[in-house]
């Protein structure tokens, strides 16, 4: 169910989770209750990989965004497959890899870029994901790019004032790619 907690940060990961039907987020929340979304996850992705083979605590909290359909998979039968199937290995060093790649850049962002180049990298990596139509609230996108709400809706009025977008209860959509890719450039 939308809000649902699928997994707890701090808790030794016992399971890996498999997302079969919606999203996830996974998210830290500071030591002021601010919370950070660290990444949006959809069907087919998986939550607590190393945790769960490196018999660890998770360091974020996994909580769904949507009905959501998860599979559990323990521990043991995890490192059954890694100990005894090459392709399952090299398909999940290559999904965390990217994943890996793509938290990395996300630090660089948060470190170089102003608030308003995050959020526009941030909405052009959800398109890329997800579509011209983002399922996200402007809440969502602020605990993304690590800035506050008030900030977000100020910075998307300022992208709805020039077309490239609108934002529509809990919905932004993206009206010109060109233009959104433009103010990056």
Known sequence: RKGEIIYREGRRAEFLYVI???RVKIYKVSQIGKAFIIDIR???DNICMFACICNMQ???TAEA??????????RNEILQLLATNHEFNLRIMELEGKRLYRLYDKLVELAAFATNQRLIKTIKYLSST?????NFTHQDLSDMCGTTL???????????????LISIRGRIIIMDEQGLRNLTE
């Open 130 to 134: 997800y579509g011209n139509t983002l």
């Open 58 to 60: 998770g360091y974020a």
């Open 150 to 164: 008030e900030t977000t809706t100020r910075l998307l009025s300022r992208l709805k004032a020039t077309g490239v």
């Open 65 to 74: 965004l949507e009905d959501t359909l998860i599979a559990k998979i323990h």
């Open 20 to 22: 079969l039907e919606g």
């Open 42 to 44: 959809t069907k087919g």
